[in-house]
């Protein structure tokens, strides 16, 4: 007879035990005759792949930001030798995954495919890289679902806010801040998206990672394959200036009379990554709002009721970082919220996190590092978002040993310095 396992009791918590020692696993280098470099990284068993085309040429280095998305958009829909209908029989008939993208700086395609069939996929991933056509027709339809979807945002109240933020965070008139008006979307020509997309194209300055169980057959067909390219001779630099941001305590309400909620976006201008202090501060923001257990969510959602979630994120680029707090609530509680926000932050500084608190934000940190090596693909993610916003080599592991020896003084001294309430810019939509 077999004895049955002892049942699982709900009622008691399972150990909390240290993380082991883990590091960021290291990457293939080689520059193609093309300038691409290509970055590998090549442990996986299953016979798949998963490629990211990155160049500069983002959404503040074109003429519009709706340019940069119809750009993204209809890239699928047609190259020099493949037609919108044949690159969707192909990476359907082959399953292959796609997405084009746009950040600010710049421009990326990623395609998965199985390796068995990437002979099949990989010419037509090369063609919507560097000779898309973006067809008349397609653009017509595009761009009327651009401007559409536009004319809903400018109801919105989060899409509002976002906008008021960008705007004085980044500077009205930087780049970033621009958002196009759906007649600007209508009149853009498929003359405009070329020109577009020639005064950015640059392999030279591209990068193509690849993940998965890269053979050397595989590598070489993927090398063969971007050693030429058109427009091998171009290169793009980005002009784009750093943010310019309003005065400390600037504030920007945008009214919605109609709106149920108010959406609140309160930010900090603040160190670039390079600085020594960046990896301190991203620790201090996480125990601020980064996670459900952090010191927002647990008085502002919890105890007061205000919101049904609040975060707050440092976010870095080579533009720029700010620390962003973000929420929606009750019109007749933006200011209880705003209040309750800058208590937050003074008492970060004045009142740390210690003992049962400090230990879970330390596993939160871990947690997240050890997410980034759960598999090939989310790996090489890391090493695209490290190329994408300009995180310096080494941030990593230097971040793991921040996280080892985190202590209250540490969050205590970083957030005094740089979350402070009087340096807040607040955007808020609403009624």
């Not at 906008?163 to 621009?178: E, M, Q, V």
């Not at 007061?304 to 019109?331: E, F, K, W």
Request: aromatic share 8%.
């Amino acid at each position: 007879m077999k004895n049955n396992p002892t049942p699982l009791s709900r009622t008691t918590p399972p150990p909390v035990t240290t993380m082991s020692a883990f590091s960021l696993p290291d990457v293939r280098r080689r520059t193609l005759p093309s300038g691409i470099e290509l970055i590998i990284y090549d442990k996986c068993a299953e016979p798949v792949n998963f490629m990211t085309y990155l160049a500069p040429g983002g959404t503040t280095d074109r003429q519009s930001p709706a340019i940069a998305a119809l750009d993204s958009i209809l890239r699928r829909e047609g190259t020099a030798s493949f037609s919108g209908e044949e690159i969707n029989r192909i990476l359907d008939f082959n399953g292959a995954w796609l997405k084009p993208e746009s950040s600010e700086q710049t421009f990326s395609l990623a395609m998965r495919s199985l390796n068995s069939t990437l002979e099949a996929t990989l010419p037509v991933f090369k063609e919507m890289i560097f000779e898309p056509l973006f067809p008349e027709h397609a653009l017509t339809v595009r761009r009327e679902g651009l401007a559409k979807n536009i004319e809903v945002s400018l109801n919105d109240v989060d899409f509002l806010a976002a906008c008021a933020s960008d705007r004085i965070t980044k500077g009205a008139d930087h780049p970033a801040s621009k958002v196009d008006t759906p007649d600007e979307i209508r009149a853009i020509s498929r003359n405009d998206m070329l020109e577009s997309f020639r005064s950015t194209v640059s392999p030279s300055s591209g990068k193509l990672f690849i993940a998965g169980n890269i053979t050397p057959q595989i590598e070489e067909m993927i090398a063969e394959t971007f050693s030429e390219v058109p427009f091998a001779d171009r290169k793009f630099e980005s002009k784009t200036p750093p943010y310019s941001p309003q005065p400390p305590l600037t504030t920007e309400r945008i009214s919605k009379p109609d709106a149920l909620q108010s959406a609140v976006i309160m930010t900090i201008p603040t160190i670039l990554r390079s600085s020594p202090d960046y990896i301190p501060l991203h620790i201090a923001v996480s125990a601020l709002g980064g996670y459900f257990g952090s010191r927002l969510m647990t008085n502002i959602r919890e105890r007061l009721g205000l919101t049904y979630g609040i975060s707050a994120s440092l976010l870095g680029n080579r533009l720029g970082s700010y620390i962003q707090i973000y929420a929606d609530t009750d019109c007749s509680h933006v200011d209880r919220l705003c209040e309750e926000v800058r208590k937050e932050l003074t008492d970060l500084a004045e009142n740390p996190p210690r003992g049962e608190e400090l230990t879970r934000l330390k596993q939160y940190l871990l947690s997240s590092q050890a997410r980034i090596l759960d598999n090939p693909f989310s790996t090489v993610g890391y090493y695209i978002s490290a190329a994408t916003s300009g995180i310096p080599e080494g941030y990593f592991n230097a971040k793991l040993k921040q996280i080892e020896s985190l202590t209250p003084d540490m969050i205590s001294e970083i957030s005094a310095r740089y979350i402070r309430p009087e340096l807040l810019l607040t955007a808020i939509a609403g009624k």
